[in-house]
């Protein structure tokens, strides 16, 4: 049974950073796709940055609204994807899950509970 735990959110004033951590078990999730969303209050839940495996290795994407400002990573020693968010935003401020694509036996996306982050200006 795959679990995902978010850390490290909380309240931290514009222009600040944090640093979201995730602890991934229950698999091996070498050759996964790992990363984050975010859901806001009366919005969608939006893909922040995901590292995506290929047999050419790692690659990451993000969306625009954070580009230059988060980095996505992962240590596939400890099961675990971070993202450091830096010049954070009040618009940057909702529920960060971290989320596990699995390819097999079949397509699977696997949810952490979230991790709240709130930016005040």
């Known amino acids: 049974q795959v679990q995902l735990v978010e850390s490290g959110g909380g309240l931290v004033q514009a222009g600040g950073s944090l640093r979201l951590s995730c602890a991934a078990s229950g698999r091996t999730f070498t050759n996964v796709d790992m990363g984050w969303y975010r859901q806001a209050p009366g919005k969608e839940r939006e893909v922040v940055a995901m590292?995506?495996?290929?047999?050419?290795?790692?690659?990451?994407d993000y969306a625009d609204s954070v580009k230059d400002r988060f980095t996505i990573s992962r240590d596939n020693a400890r099961n675990a994807v971070y993202l450091e968010m830096n010049r954070l935003k009040p618009e940057d401020t909702a529920i960060y899950y971290c989320s596990v694509h699995v390819a097999d036996p079949v397509p699977v996306a696997y949810w952490g509970l979230g991790t709240q982050v709130t930016v005040y200006s």
């Open positions: 590292t995506r495996w290929s047999w050419r290795g790692y690659n990451s």
